[in-house]
Nanobody, 116 residues
Framework: QVQLVESGGGLVQAGGSLRLSCVAS????????MAWYRQAPGKQREFVAV???????NYADSLKGRFTISRDNAKNTMWLQMNNLKPEDTAIYYC??????????WGQGTQVTVSS
């Protein structure tokens, strides 16, 4: 019953920025751990960032300083602010929600393409 809808992906030049959004349906958003993952062509899906129900954040080591995860429980929304984008950031970015009531739910993914 939890649905995640992502937006904000697109084409951007290297050095530019994008802000991804993930809007969640359901009644337990404030209790969920929310995270972003990404999957580049030919590679496994990898962890990007996470924000807990209490607001604690963590990032993949390689992305610290460039990406920022945030959430607004009143809007049932999570964001990923991506700055100083590099071509190697090109991937499908997925929103993930985890909660004790339903386990893990994934969004459909949004394509981010970084060109030079």
């Amino acid at each position: 019953q939890v649905q995640l809808v992502e937006s904000g992906g697109g084409l951007v030049q290297a050095g530019g920025s994008l802000r991804l959004s993930c809007v969640a349906s359901g009644n337990t958003f404030s209790r969920n751990v929310m995270a972003w993952y990404r999957q580049a062509p030919g590679k496994q899906r990898e962890f990007v960032a996470v924000v807990t129900a209490g607001g604690t954040t963590n990032y993949a080591d390689s992305l610290k300083g460039r990406f920022t995860i945030s959430r607004d429980n009143a809007k049932n929304t999570m964001w990923l602010q991506m700055n100083n984008l590099k071509p190697e950031d090109t991937a499908i970015y997925y929103c993930k929600a985890t909660g004790p009531m339903f386990g893990s739910i994934w969004g459909q993914g949004t394509q981010v393409t970084v060109s030079s």
